[in-house]
């Protein structure tokens, strides 16, 4: 299982950024696929998640900023990013589970500063 995340940089608050995700090596429609994100000196949280059948849920901080979605042709699952504040600031890992192991990908920097 191979995850490939990409789409991250740098932009001033109020900023929009789409991440990307593509998957091989699974059976990408029947996953769920999640992106967490990691701040220097914080934990690890999760900020979206959707599901096979395309429930979708998101981190309380989202708060309406944040669209996840997935496209099973291409295999990939996006994470609109707008409205961007210097507290988004992280790396972005997309994430998925497949026969009870957890797999990840290698992270995509954002960093939102003036």
């Known amino acids: 299982v191979q995850l490939q995340a990409s789409g991250g940089g740098s932009v001033q608050p109020g900023g929009s950024l789409r991440l990307s995700c593509k998957g091989s090596?699974?059976?990408?429609?029947?996953?769920?696929m999640r992106w967490h994100r990691q701040a220097p000196g914080k934990q690890r949280e999760l900020v979206a998640v959707?599901?096979?059948?395309?429930?979708?849920n998101y981190g309380d901080f989202v708060k309406g900023r944040f669209t996840i979605s997935r496209d099973n042709v291409k295999n990939t699952i996006y994470l609109q990013m707008n409205s961007l504040k210097p507290e988004d600031t992280a790396s972005y890992f997309c994430?998925?589970?497949?026969?009870?192991?957890?797999?990840w990908g290698q992270g995509t920097q954002v960093t939102v500063s003036s």
């Open positions: 090596g699974i059976v990408f429609r029947l996953a769920t």
């Open positions: 959707v599901t096979a059948g395309g429930d979708k």
């Open positions: 994430n998925t589970d497949c026969r009870g192991r957890d797999y």
